[in-house]
């Protein structure tokens, strides 16, 4: 959708991988170490003390070192290793650093490689390390996706079992389309925006196109959903916009879900950005309870900063989520209804570009 955004910045966590690679040389390092000086701990008596062997050779204990001598030999060892391994992970990864940047990778895409752990996006004072939630994951490999580029289609390859089904969404920009060569062109669902709420002047406005998009793709065959693109602040609000949706929508079939559209708006400062996540996600909270109600399924629409920062994906795990991210590498663990993987796409019937999908679930 028009107003996502995806950044980089610059490096300023590189340093915390380097503790990674060090561990794990250290690791070896120090397990060699600490095998053979226990040995000789498991040999020693108390200083002093005189060992027989084979009844008549006595070997002096001096030979031998104390249990508080051998623990001051690890600590050494230890510490030695660390400094060789820190040292050798250290050079091991600026250089792959340095490979890395001139083959063309952002600095964002290495940190997400490093900390596997954190879901990570970039923002205005820098990267943020979001938790991982304990919600239900999908089941892609990196590999599975690859793009096409002479088609101009992500494809997918991993478990057939999964139904793929390409997918638009569209509005006012993508302006007067040809449903029936869209149709021809493969595309199986289309998500068309309703309406906006001005991020600044806040008043609702229904998509110029909203009408004729809906009612060609209807009559071209295409299973159709809607989007809100939202900036509701309070409860009130939410309700407002639920209703502005449901007012357009109620006299046509619509097969998808109603999605609600959360995003940063880019080089501005958008109303919902003043609030709290736990106010924002009361807020979607609000809204798809309104469209439920009228028997409807529903959707939310993100990229990794709003899944992560904007709102509780702990609060709304009942809710499928669209997501946004222009790579052909999934990224994120969650499992999600549909993935939105480019803003440039090409389709028959459409003079510009439109936004691409890939959805992953079908809805009775």
Known sequence: MENTVYNDGKNKKAAGGIKIYAAIITLCFVSAATLLVYMLIDKAKKEGEAVAVDGDTVINTADYISAAQAAELVENEHELAYAKGYDKSRAELLDMIKDRMSGGDTTLSMLRELFPQYLIHNDTNGFVFGEILDLPKNSFKKGD??????????????????????????????????????????????????????????????????????????????????????????????????????ERIKDYDIELPVVLDIEDIAGEEGRNEALSKEELTRVCRVFFDEVKKEGYNTMLYGNIKCLVTMVDLKELKDIDIWYAFYNDDIYIPYEVAGWQYASDGKVDGISGNCDLNIFFKEWD
Do not use: C
């Open 145 to 246: 996706f690859w793009m096409d580029t002479e088609a101009g289609e992500l494809k997918y390859t991993g478990d057939k079992d999964i139904a793929i089904h390409k997918t638009i969404d569209v509005s006012k920009f993508q302006g007067k389309i040809d449903w029936d060569k869209v149709k021809a062109d493969g595309v199986e669902y289309v998500f068309i925006r309703v309406g906006i709420r001005g991020y600044g002047s806040g008043a609702l406005v229904e998509d110029e196109y909203f009408k004729e998009n809906i009612e060609g793709a209807k009559k071209a065959g295409i299973k159709t959903g809607v989007y809100m693109f939202s900036e509701a602040i309070n409860e009130e609000e939410a309700r407002e916009e639920a209703k502005f949706v449901l």
